[in-house]
């Protein structure tokens, strides 16, 4: 049919005050309840069907059904409480499979205010879905309840629609009143006109007084406007459970906590356990916009509220946090506004999962914020004043049970050293930033091996303000021109998100005086159960820190060229790497700060900002090599050579005490271990406080721990390792070995390193769903974005590899960087990966490099091309061998070696 033609409703009498129903219109009715949409409803349904039309009821609600089954009649049912976007691409699914011309009759849309717990989301569901519609040359009826919705919610409909119809009945009078008929007029068609009971089909105008009269009056005692008609139902309700709050029952805690935390059903239990009515209403004070506050935000509150409950005392030591809360709606609407939405869609689906996801990487980045939104923000911004900010993510599924995104999703510092709207420019490009990392390949690659690609993934915000200190430079410093400096590089930040440029400080660019700088004394991770053994003195389960000086970025990802400290914490004091000169070599040597004069996050060198710091500080946190520097003054070149180790805090031994007590009740609620992220700022005598700064369960591969290492001769021995591994308990067959020779990998061309890494990303994918157990041996780190230090993969290159190890190579420099903790470890984790380092030292008492020398590599098969490649990487299927690779944690031992076929197990 072709668009605006005229069609039948049913009633002849509508027909001619609205000057028929078109093709393309989409029909809301503004009822009091559902009897009043059915009188529309169903002459609808009977006059489609008795002109053959395609039929379609959308079923969703819990009122009574619109149309029982019937010939001619098709239903669809749909579960609104799957979520937003879970609804709204089923019911678009429909639509598409539908195809044009069709005719539809939804559920009262107000059901979805229930489902979804806001005006705003049902409201953003009908802008997206009346122009599908629309375009497809269809007929829609929806139904929404008067008064029920916020006065924006219905302007967004109003504007949106073709035909807005308010409806009002009294005893035997029924009258219609359109608001809206787009392209139609007559003389009297926005008058009121009330049904005819004596014809049934009659709809008349009232133009005498009396009837209007009594019109208005009606219309007076059926939509007197509420006082909180100007609120979202969101806020009405939290408004309700704020001014009942005394009295509030269990199912006012049910309810708050489903519409604040989700529907996760082991951490919304903890929740429900742990807050009550007044720590979900604290919640929405700081809270933008509505919806769920995501799984960091809910780990980090959680977490708080475990100590307050279970630890007063130690409570005390916690810094009160002040956190703000941008609602996961808020994502969705902005998708919405932003005309994002059709290429959303498009990315949801197989084909275009990766491809559609780079145009709305794009779009997200270059949205705009609704005024409403943007004032919101201002207020938030005012609330902090010139205090650094943090914008991080929290999406519906991040940091819950089984599936961390550690890493994934973006954060953004806002060093907040401008006019307000500088700032908020910053601001707003911070929240753009981490909405588009929902389109990151990484965090795509994520959700697909875990089968999440087709769930809910609202991205929530949770604002914090940087816990620590400024140090400033002083007026004698300044006058004795001890100034240090700063690269004007990048840096990494707290949860893992990349700024401009990679981290580190010999980057060529132009330095800058450095004279104030804001960081916290201390930060780090800290696990409450330790998978990585690397002395036979470790107890696991006493939790283990990766602990830094300044912020806590270099807590959390492999650092180039630097080390955090590892402190398990019953043994505080042991370090894995103990010589003096590989403590050094294998310690901090770059702080990440927030810079006021850049007004950016700058890497910078210990010794460049050892001016800054009043001298107990630096006898905490900062270590001298002594040795290095008689070398420089024998040589008439004197200077600091400074690094941390973080010493200082791990003698403090209430500090290690307090961190295991924290973990430690927290997992016991989890029921399950956990890993937190943290600062620590400390005074002169000693004190300090701990700032909680997020929480999420922990994986830790493998329960078993004892494994019975089989003799082998040495001569059929690759490698035998004395600690150095992660991952549980091992006893598996290997089929596969894919081999990088360190040697061959250093005097490869610099620019022809990263094709080592897409070759290894072309095996993975050769081998993917062929059940193969693949073990890849390269030098340095794994998944480094420097070359000079180890190959460059990225997770999704060894996604479908079984062990991945680490190998040492003194004379070209490559190390492995004992990093358990990491976000790039916490991805081992999840995916089952067992990793081992080999060094050339006494933890590996046996390494024959050449093992596989007298077979011949099958890269050629599987990668052809790669020739030039063939002296760097070798592939071997060493499946008819026997090859197998044990690991025990008890003894701490492991053995890679070949078996006799009957002593295989």
Same mark, same amino acid.
């Given at each position: ?23 393309? %219109?989409?029909?809301?009715? $503004? ?38 089954? $019937? ?10 409480? &799957? ?31 229930? &489902? ?21 040359? +269809? ?5 929404? !309840? ?15 629609? $073709?035909?807005?119809?308010?409806? #009002? +009945? ?11 008929? *787009? ?12 049904? %005819? ?143 994002? *939405? ?47 900010? !943090? ?47 929902? =389109? ?82 201390? &930060? ?19 939790? =283990? ?14 650092? %180039? ?54 001298? *107990? ?62 600062? /620590?700022?400390?005074?002169? +005598? ?13 994986? /830790? ?24 591994? =992660? ?32 070759? !290894?990303?072309?095996?993975?994918? #050769? ?58 470890? $916490? ?25 596989? &020398?007298?077979?011949?590599? !099958? ?47």
């Amino acid at each position: 049919m072709a668009a605006f033609d005229r069609i039948e409703t049913g009633i002849k009498g509508l027909d001619n005050a609205l000057d028929s129903v078109r093709i393309g %219109d989409n029909v809301v009715w $503004q009822v009091s309840d559902i009897e009043e949409y059915l009188f529309f409803v169903k002459p609808m349904a009977e006059q489609a069907i008795k002109d053959q039309r395609n039929l379609v009821y959308m079923r969703f609600a819990h009122h009574k059904p619109l149309l029982e089954p $019937q010939p001619g009649l098709k239903i669809c049912h749909f579960d609104a409480k &799957a979520g937003f976007e879970s609804f709204t691409v089923a019911v678009h699914e429909v639509i598409e499979r539908e195809g044009r011309d069709a005719f539809y009759i939804f559920d009262s849309l107000s059901e979805l205010q229930a &489902a979804w717990s806001a005006d705003l989301m049902m409201g953003n569901f009908f802008v997206v879905t009346c122009p599908y519609l629309f375009e497809l040359d +269809t007929v829609a009826y929806f139904g929404i !309840i008067r008064g029920r919705h916020s006065f924006d919610t219905i302007a967004r409909i109003r504007e949106t629609t $073709q035909l807005l119809l308010d409806v #009002f +009945t009294e005893k035997s009078n029924r009258y219609i009143h359109p608001i809206k008929v *787009w392209k139609r007029y007559s003389n009297t068609m926005f008058l009121p006109h009330r049904f %005819d009971q004596k014809t049934l089909h009659s709809f008349t105008a009232l133009t005498d007084g009396l009837s209007v009269s009594k019109f208005y009056a009606l219309v007076d005692k059926k939509s007197s406007i509420r006082n909180d008609q100007n609120l979202d139902s969101w806020d009405r309700f939290f408004l309700l459970a704020k001014l009942n709050a005394a009295t509030a029952d269990q199912h006012v805690i049910l309810d708050m906590a489903e519409r604040l935390v989700g529907r996760e059903v082991k951490l919304s239990n903890l929740v429900k356990k742990h807050f009550d009515v007044n720590d979900f209403i604290a919640i929405k004070e700081k809270m933008i916009g509505s919806g769920n506050i995501g799984g960091k935000a809910t780990g980090m509150l959680l977490s708080r509220k475990i100590v307050e409950n279970k630890l007063p005392a130690l409570y005390a030591k916690l810094e009160p946090h002040d956190s703000f809360y941008i609602g996961s709606d808020v994502f969705y609407t902005y998708i919405v506004q932003n005309d994002c *939405w059709k290429i959303r869609l498009a990315q949801m689906n197989e084909g275009e999962y990766f491809t559609a996801a780079k145009e709305l990487k794009q779009k997200l980045l270059n949205g705009k914020f609704p005024d409403a939104i943007r004032e919101q923000f201002r207020r938030l911004l005012e609330y902090y004043g010139q205090s650094p900010i !943090i914008v991080r993510s929290s999406s519906l599924l991040e940091d819950s049970f089984g599936n961390a995104f550690a890493g994934k999703y973006e954060s953004v510092f806002c060093v907040n050293n401008s006019s307000l709207e500088e700032r908020l420019l910053a601001f707003e490009n911070a929240v753009k930033t981490v909405y588009a990392s929902t =389109m990151d390949e990484s965090a795509l690659e994520y959700r697909l091996q875990r089968g999440l690609n087709q769930n809910d993934e609202q991205m929530a915000i949770l604002v914090q303000r940087v816990s620590g200190s400024v140090f400033c430079e002083d007026a004698e410093a300044a006058a004795c021109g001890q100034s240090g400096k700063v690269s004007a590089t990048g840096a990494t930040d707290i949860a893992g998100a990349s700024s401009s440029s990679s981290a580190g400080t010999d980057s060529g660019q132009a330095t800058k005086v450095v004279r104030s700088i804001f960081m916290p004394c201390a &930060a780090g991770v800290g696990f409450s159960y330790n998978s990585y053994k690397w002395h036979k003195d470790i107890d696991p389960h006493a939790g =283990m820190l990766r602990l830094v000086m300044g912020l806590g970025t270099r807590a959390v990802e492999r650092t %180039d060229g630097d080390y955090p400290r590892i402190v398990s914490l019953n043994e505080p004091q042991l370090m894995p790497l103990s010589s003096a000169k590989k403590k050094n070599q294998y310690s901090q040597h770059n702080l990440d700060v927030l810079d006021f004069d850049q007004n950016a996050l700058v890497t910078v060198e210990i010794s460049a900002l050892s001016h800054l710091f009043p001298d *107990w500080y630096k006898q905490t946190m900062i270590e001298h090599d002594f040795e290095a520097e008689q070398f420089l003054r024998e040589r008439g070149r004197p200077r600091e050579v400074v690094f941390s180790t973080c010493e200082g805090l791990t003698k403090n031994d209430d500090f290690t005490e307090t961190m295991k007590q924290i973990m430690s009740a927290i997992q016991t609620e989890y029921d399950y271990p956990v890993d937190i992220e943290f600062t /620590i700022n400390f005074g002169e +005598t000693g004190d300090f406080i701990i700032n909680l700064l997020q929480c999420r369960p922990l994986q /830790i591969g493998g329960n078993s721990v004892s494994v019975a290492l089989p003799k082998i001769p040495k001569a059929k021995v690759f490698f035998e390792l004395a600690g150095g591994t =992660m991952g549980g308990a091992m006893n598996r067959a290997i089929d596969v070995v894919i081999q990088v020779d360190p040697r061959a990998y250093y005097e490869y061309p610099y620019k022809k390193k990263h094709n080592i890494a897409r070759i !290894i990303g072309r095996i993975n994918q #050769f081998y993917k769903g062929k059940d193969a157990q693949i073990m890849l041996l390269a030098p340095g780190r794994i998944g480094t974005t420097s070359p000079e230090l180890g190959v460059p993969v990225v997770f999704a290159e060894i996604s479908n590899i079984n062990i991945a190890c680490e190998v040492a190579y003194n004379d070209a420099g490559y190390m492995p960087e004992l990093s358990y903790g990491s976000h790039f470890f $916490q991805d081992l984790v999840e995916a089952g990966i067992f990793y081992a380092s080999i060094f050339e030292d006494e933890n590996t008492p046996q390494y024959q490099p050449d093992f596989f &020398a007298s077979m011949e590599s !099958i890269l050629e098969d599987i990668c052809p091309g790669d020739e030039d490649a063939e002296t760097v990487i070798k592939l071997y299927d060493v499946s008819n061998l026997h090859l197998y690779l044990f690991s025990d944690l008890v003894t701490n031992r492991s053995i890679c070696g070949i078996i006799e076929k009957k002593a295989k197990i």
